[in-house]
């Protein structure tokens, strides 16, 4: 099988236009999992231009990205660290 045809195990929502594209109307989904109607799980993150402007929301990315990790890491991988 080829990689572009296995599901998608969780789909990156980048920045409050992409957020909205998946039907959520503001920025409060940021750092949360979205059931995706047609997509699956998706996890809403600020854009790269509002983590240079307001930096402090960085903690808030890596802790949510922390919680979701596991779903796209490996299982030897995690036991690395």
């Known amino acids: 099988m080829r990689i572009e045809q296995e599901p998608c195990v ?5 920045g409050l236009p992409a957020v909205r594209f998946a ?9 949360r999992e979205l059931q995706v109607e047609g997509l699956g799980s998706a996890w809403a993150l600020p854009g790269l231009e509002l983590l240079m402007e307001e930096p402090q929301r960085k ?6 990205m922390r919680r979701l990790m ?8 995690q036991n690395d660290q």
């Open 10 to 14: 969780c789909l990156w929502l980048i």
């Open 23 to 31: 039907g959520e109307a503001n920025a409060e989904s940021y750092n």
């Open 59 to 64: 903690a808030d990315v890596w802790q949510a």
């Open 70 to 77: 596991t779903r796209w890491k490996s299982t030897d991988e």
